[in-house]
């Protein structure tokens, strides 16, 4: 008779579909809870019961998962942070560009969650404005700098929205039919006023 095997990693039986949807939705509960930094991949691992390199298989990175939680294209962390790598006055068009570029690639735009009215999609809205905070506006700030940067990076914002809302939204012409390229070379100029003035 041979011994059970109590080694087994947590999950490892499991389907790998059942796996990823427990993970993302425990991942949606504990980010919703205790926000980004409040939430380690260890312990959203322990709660969905898989082993960590299972999260990290699926979704490869902390932020990757965050960026499948709030229903955003994996590319779109990286394209935030090629941002900041340019001059800052040529910034404002470099924003509206990826913006565009790569909600055009996404079958479906994260900010639609922000119209839904289910009490867990508030949970994803809140998810929303965390990364936004986090991976735009205070690094905005700190890239502007001055007592009016908090401001600045809040009308940049503003605009971004606007941008999303008109394009993808309620697909108001000609902003919606417009390439990214006629749309950077628009409105990136207003989002660099924004920021530089």
Same mark, same amino acid.
């Given at each position: 008779?041979?011994?059970?095997?109590t080694?087994?990693r947590?999950g490892?039986?499991?389907?790998g579909?059942?796996?990823?949807?427990?993970?993302?939705e425990?991942?949606?509960?504990?980010f919703g809870?205790?926000g980004y &930094?409040?939430?380690t991949?260890r312990?959203? &691992?322990?709660?969905?019961?898989?082993d960590?390199?299972?999260? @990290?298989? @699926?979704?490869?990175?902390?932020?990757g998962l965050?960026?499948?939680?709030?229903?955003?294209?994996?590319a779109v962390?990286?394209?935030?942070d090629?941002?900041?790598t340019?001059d800052?006055?040529?910034?404002?068009e470099?924003?509206?560009?990826t913006?565009?570029?790569?909600?055009?690639?996404?079958?479906?735009t994260p900010?639609?969650?922000?119209?839904?009215s289910?009490?867990a999609?508030?949970?994803?809205?809140a998810?929303?404005?965390?990364?936004?905070?986090?991976?735009?506006?205070?690094?905005?700030v700190?890239?502007l700098?001055?007592?009016?940067?908090?401001t600045r990076?809040?009308?940049?914002n503003?605009?971004?929205l606007?941008?999303?809302?008109a394009?993808?939204?309620v697909?108001l012409e000609?902003?919606?039919?417009?390439s990214?390229?006629?749309? &950077?070379?628009?409105?990136?100029p207003?989002?660099?006023?924004c920021l530089?003035?």
């Amino acid at each position: 008779m041979t011994e059970p095997d109590t080694h087994r990693r947590p999950g490892r039986w499991r389907s790998g579909a059942e796996s990823r949807q427990r993970i993302l939705e425990t991942a949606r509960e504990l980010f919703g809870a205790h926000g980004y &930094a409040g939430t380690t991949v260890r312990a959203i &691992a322990t709660a969905a019961e898989v082993d960590p390199a299972m999260v @990290f298989y @699926f979704f490869r990175t902390k932020q990757g998962l965050f960026s499948a939680v709030i229903e955003m294209s994996e590319a779109v962390p990286p394209a935030i942070d090629s941002l900041f790598t340019g001059d800052l006055g040529t910034l404002g068009e470099r924003v509206v560009r990826t913006l565009v570029e790569n909600l055009d690639k996404s079958g479906r735009t994260p900010l639609a969650m922000l119209t839904r009215s289910a009490p867990a999609d508030e949970r994803s809205a809140a998810l929303m404005r965390e990364f936004i905070d986090r991976e735009l506006t205070d690094r905005i700030v700190t890239l502007l700098g001055g007592s009016d940067a908090a401001t600045r990076a809040g009308m940049v914002n503003v605009q971004l929205l606007g941008i999303a809302v008109a394009r993808y939204l309620v697909r108001l012409e000609p902003i919606a039919s417009a390439s990214a390229d006629e749309v &950077a070379a628009t409105y990136g100029p207003l989002v660099q006023h924004c920021l530089t003035g």
